[in-house]
């Protein structure tokens, strides 16, 4: 279980694993914002083009991309279904009280299929190649303009580097916990709806004290080691932005031009 | 920095993890199948003061729209914002203002407790199903059938079993910090 939410990332030594972090995470951004001027068959054709551009240099296997894919596929498949059978405009195939299916449906169902599907891959390829402090320090460097208007950009990220150490430990303890609870006759699974629910108090409390106690031992520990806040704090691993982090964005904006373009034509 | 600042800041780290841990525990319930996610929220709601619970789901959302699997079913990624269960995930920053901000104000007595999360969770369900209405445009009164009706029963009864929990654990965070 832990693995799924830190060990996402494969180390690697292509094009995309060596940008500058800030430089991934922005473009994947930007990607983002493009895919919703695809508007037409050859914008989209044009967009996983590009997609298959970046995740060849990537040198990751398409079977990573699909893992990302799958926890999503229910959602986009609801969506997908309710965009088909809700739409109206176009040739009527079919219709049955409010449900109807109609050409418009059908196309825009497929649209909705491939920008999550766009989408998903994008963001799967920021976190398949690069570590998660890395994507939480760039983050850091990004907000840190927000300082002037006092939001507290160190506090987050090191709250953001808390979580991301403590997730697997706390999820074990809740594992515990319940387990525990389990061989103390706590049934999760049966009985009535207000008896499931209140099966959650005894695996609540003890994982919320368990938190503030970690909380209270990691305060004392980062005290006594002299933490003094964010400021001035130095760091192992400092990022820099070389050539190959403009010319990948000047391919993005090859790809703006592009889109804009093909959404007009 | 002294050790109540620092321990400001630990806490919000650790109860954001569990926020996260909470995401993909799920209760099996016919039909709907419920995440310990809400009770997260509620609990962070009803214990932090406004703007440290306001932090947590910030970096909370964020670090799921950077692409970590936090969401229910290590879901992650702007795709999900996109999905009909986005104005869920956006409108717990209004549950957390809404709930922090009165309990705040009107102090923790339980009557108050149950008014403002419940306030909280009815606020959290109509955005959600406003959200449902824009992303699948379809008509208000389906979307409320979809994602506000439902969930009225089951919210209320979740709100009834934080408030013990809640009692329980405020001495720990009250009596530590000020707020």
Not at chain 1, 72 to 99: C, E, N, P
Not at chain 1, 190 to 215: C, D, E, T, W, Y
Not at chain 1, 238 to 259: E, K, N, R
């Amino acid at each position: 279980m832990n693995k799924i939410l830190l060990g996402r990332y494969l180390p690697g030594s292509s094009l995309i694993h060596r940008l500058d972090p800030r430089a991934k995470l922005l473009l994947s951004f930007y990607f983002i914002i493009i895919i919703f001027l695809a508007n037409n068959w050859s914008s989209y054709f044009l967009l996983f083009f590009f997609m298959a551009l970046t995740i060849l240099l990537a040198k990751i296997k398409i079977g990573f991309f699909w893992k990302g894919v799958r926890p999503l596929i229910w959602l986009i498949l609801f969506t997908v279904v309710l965009q088909i059978f809700f739409s109206t405009g176009g040739t009527v195939y079919w219709h049955w009280g409010i449900l109807s299916v109609t050409s418009t449906g059908l196309v825009s169902g497929i649209y909705v299929f491939c920008r999550f599907v766009l989408i998903i891959f994008m963001s799967t390829l920021l976190t398949l190649t690069t570590p998660p402090l890395e994507i939480a320090g760039a983050m850091e460097s990004l907000l840190k303009p927000l300082k002037k208007v006092h939001f507290p950009v160190y506090e987050v990220s090191l709250m953001l580097s808390i979580a991301l150490r403590f997730v697997p430990t706390l999820m074990d303890e809740a594992l515990k916990i319940m387990n525990a609870q389990r061989s103390r006759g706590v049934n999760f699974d049966q009985g009535s709806l207000m008896q499931r629910l209140k099966a959650v108090v005894p695996l609540l409390i003890p994982l919320f004290v368990s938190a503030f106690n970690r909380a209270e031992d990691l305060a004392t520990a980062m005290e006594a080691r002299g933490y003094h806040g964010g400021e001035g704090r130095t760091k192992y691993r400092v990022h820099q932005w070389l050539y190959h982090d403009t010319l990948s964005c000047l391919a993005f904006l090859a790809l703006t031009i592009g889109m804009l373009l093909l959404r007009n034509w | 920095m002294n050790k109540n600042q620092i321990q400001r800041i630990t806490i919000n780290g650790m109860l954001l993890a569990v926020m996260i841990v909470c995401s993909q525990l799920t209760i099996p319930i016919p039909i709907v199948p419920i995440t310990l996610q809400t009770f997260a929220v509620g609990l962070i709601a009803s214990l932090l003061p406004v703007w440290d619970g306001l932090e947590v789901i910030i970096v909370y959302l964020l670090l799921g729209t950077l692409g970590f699997p936090v969401f229910a079913n290590f879901s992650g990624g702007l795709a999900v914002f996109l999905g009909p269960t986005g104005g869920y995930l956006l409108s717990f920053l209004v549950y957390q203002l809404v709930t922090a901000g009165l309990l705040k104000k009107f102090g923790r007595q339980l009557p108050v407790l149950l008014a403002a999360n419940c306030l909280g969770a009815l606020l959290n369900l109509l955005i959600g199903s406003v959200w449902i209405t824009w992303v699948l445009k379809i008509s208000f009164i389906k979307a409320m059938l979809i994602g506000f009706v439902p969930f009225l029963l089951p919210g209320l009864l979740k709100i009834i079993v934080i408030l013990p929990i809640v009692k329980r654990l405020a001495p720990l965070t009250l009596g530590r910090q000020a707020g």
